[in-house]
């Protein structure tokens, strides 16, 4: 059995940063699948924020978080995370981090596995 936990979450200040860990464990061949980081309000879709490649090589962004956004991963850790910087109040959802077959996947049904999600809340 698969499983992803988040961690890193919290309440900030907006302009602060917040690193997100999500570490897998389970039977998977952790360096040959992509992982990626969604985000979701409460009562919303849940959106896309960053997918990286199996060996870390090429990352991709949603707009919104171009340029203060990070995504890394470490293979060797079966970890990814995401370092977040300069947030802003509309940053505030549930981060979940996701792992599957399809490299730099940008929709949920390309990861066939999820976490449980944690909280970042960003006060102006």
């Known amino acids: 059995q698969v499983q992803l936990v988040e961690s890193g979450g919290g309440l900030v200040q907006a302009g602060d940063s917040l690193r997100l860990s999500c570490v897998v464990s389970?039977?998977?061949?952790?360096?040959?699948?992509?992982m990626g980081w969604f985000r979701q309000v409460s009562g919303k879709e849940r959106e896309f924020v960053a997918a990286?490649?199996?060996?870390?090589?090429?990352?991709k962004y949603t707009d919104s978080v171009k340029g203060r956004f990070t995504i890394s991963r470490d293979n060797a850790k079966n970890a990814a995370y995401l370092q977040m910087n300069s947030l802003r109040p509309d940053d505030t959802a549930v981060y979940y981090c996701?792992?599957?077959?399809?490299?730099?996947?940008?929709?949920?049904?390309?990861?066939?596995?999820w976490g449980q999600g944690t909280q970042v809340t960003v006060s102006s």
């Open positions: 990286i490649s199996s060996n870390a090589g090429v990352a």
């Open positions: 389970g039977r998977t061949n952790f360096h040959h699948l992509g």
């Open positions: 996701a792992l599957g077959r399809t490299s730099l996947g940008f929709r949920q049904y390309e990861y066939q596995y």
